[in-house]
């Protein structure tokens, strides 16, 4: 790396930490986040703006698919990591090689994985995402019932969240509410309630859509 490149990427930390510390001022008492790495962090560096994220707290790390997991896995990066779209089948035995946490909106997806982390004698924690009006992937309320009673009979899946996407938290606040209201409703279904429960990504929280939920997501 030249000094000039070298400088380039510390104005840029230094303006990602700087966003951080400015959007934990939106952060309710008690969340956390997680810190959106995915598409080499918008081209910032997703090992540099891991790290620095780490270091300011985050509690997960997302990625887009199972290859961007790898990759940070490979750099060293041991936390949590979360990736945010659905895995294929053909992916399973690299998340469970990389510890990598899938977000589950399919019974079929969690009973093959589980399938495979039984003859592996492994477990991997995951995150179950609901449909609360995006209506691109998740469970719908029927589809969460009949996965709610699949739930024991997955033993090798730890369910760790829960979560969902606002379709449009930018432009229109009246349906986030009632996405959220929809959220509030199905995260009843589920006792305990999981470790992190999150829907809001960086511009829901500044438009105060962050209420529902322990962790945000920024990206
Ligand atoms: C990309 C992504 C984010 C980050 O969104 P920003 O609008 O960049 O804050 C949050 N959640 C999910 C599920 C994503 O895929």
């Not at 700087?18 to 008492?29: R, Y």
């Not at 598409?39 to 997960?60: N, R």
């Not at 969240?161 to 995260?187: K, T, Y």
């Amino acid at each position: 790396m030249t000094i000039k490149d070298r400088s380039w990427v510390e104005i840029h930390l230094d303006a990602y930490r700087a966003n951080i510390e400015a959007l934990k001022g939106f952060m309710a008492q008690g969340q956390s986040f997680m810190q959106i790495v995915k598409a080499d962090a918008y081209g910032h560096g997703a090992f540099e703006i891991a790290e620095q994220a780490l270091e300011l707290g985050a509690a997960l790390l997302g990625v887009a698919n199972c290859e961007e997991g790898k990759l940070l896995r490979l750099q060293g990066i041991t936390a949590p990591i979360l990736v945010l779209s659905p895995s294929l089948d053909t992916e399973i035995d690299e998340l469970i090689e990389y510890e990598l946490r899938p977000t589950i909106s399919a019974l079929d997806f969690a009973s093959t994985l589980n399938t495979r982390l039984n003859e592996l004698g492994k477990q991997l924690h995951y995150h179950l995402k609901l449909d609360t009006g995006m209506h691109r992937s998740g469970f719908s309320e029927s589809d969460l019932e009949s996965f709610l009673k699949e739930l024991p009979s997955l033993k090798h899946l730890v369910l760790e969240g829960v979560l969902s996407h606002f379709a449009a938290s930018e432009n229109n606040p009246q349906f986030s509410r009632e996405q959220e209201e929809i959220f509030r409703r199905l995260l009843l279904k589920f006792n305990p309630q999981p470790k992190f429960v999150h829907i809001a990504n960086s511009s829901a929280l500044v438009s105060e859509l962050a209420s529902s939920g322990n962790l945000v997501r920024l990206g």
